[in-house]
């Protein structure tokens, strides 16, 4: 029996949720005595969770603050690459881009569009080394105004994003732009937990990428790239040391790649 929670009124008994309540609240009271918080303290966590609920932060908390130590603590002794947030940015169903006859994969972009053009390519294989030709990789990044299509930018629908397949050596080169740093949004009760633990609002730079293959456990990682300033305080801590790469200064354009490792069911 799985842990599934529903919109609906449950018809039996889940033992799975049943046992993972038990978890929580034993380790709930063993917290709430080493915190030694007072009821006052209590009330006001209340009324903060409230009126983060009532804003519609809860999934921005969770994904910012919460996901990466549960990934964290299901991954970081398993083999292969290692996982990173999935976001509160990403779209289903993103459209199909062919590659070229070059190989290239150009990400959907406006005529023009404004940014650093980056070439990246990436390799990706199993645990066991096999390089995985005909893998379904979903792509999505923010835009040179840091917002992402399909929420706060007013680029179309589906702009810098896409989906499309690994060759037949497992491989891919796309072509779009660079990333850049951007500020979670810090105005409501995310941005008040921000001002308790004097923390900074910023995300460095980095692409969001989704891999699926049959037989093998879908990775959700993102990207990110050396030197930039906000590395070693990103706000959402989802920066792994095998998730930095080097971009490469070509001219008029940049080149960036990294190897990614699917872990077999």
């Not at 049943?18 to 209340?46: P, S």
């Amino acid at each position: 029996m799985t842990l599934e929670m529903t919109n609906h009124l449950p018809t039996t008994k889940n033992e799975r949720v049943g046992e993972v309540f038990d978890l929580f609240i034993k380790h709930m009271q063993e917290f709430l005595e080493e915190a030694k918080l007072n009821h006052e303290e209590y009330t006001n966590f209340v009324n903060w969770a409230d009126r983060l609920g009532k804003s519609g932060e809860l999934p921005l908390y969770a994904d910012v603050f919460l996901e990466t130590h549960v990934l964290q603590a299901m991954y970081t002794k398993l083999p292969g690459t290692q996982p990173s947030l999935l976001g509160p940015y990403y779209v289903e169903n993103a459209p199909f881009v062919e590659a070229d006859e070059n190989g290239i994969i150009d990400l959907p972009k406006r005529e023009n569009e404004p940014g650093e053009v980056l070439y990246f390519s990436g390799t990706v294989k199993n645990t066991d080394g096999e390089v995985l030709a005909g893998a379904e990789v979903d792509y999505w990044q923010n835009d040179n105004s840091a917002k992402y299509s399909n929420f706060d930018s007013d680029a179309p629908d589906f702009n810098l994003r896409g989906r499309f397949k690994t060759d037949e050596n497992g491989q891919f080169t796309l072509k779009t732009v660079q990333a850049i740093p951007y500020s979670i949004p810090d105005q409501g009760p995310t941005g008040e937990f921000l001002g308790y633990m004097e923390q900074h609002p910023m995300r460095p730079a980095h692409e969001h990428i989704m891999f699926k293959a049959e037989g093998h456990e879908t990775l959700i990682t993102q990207v990110f790239f050396e030197g930039d300033e906000w590395m070693e305080t990103d706000v959402a801590e989802g920066v792994r040391d095998e998730l930095i790469t080097k971009l490469i200064d070509k001219g008029d354009y940049k080149e960036a790649s990294l190897e990614f490792v699917m872990r077999k069911l």
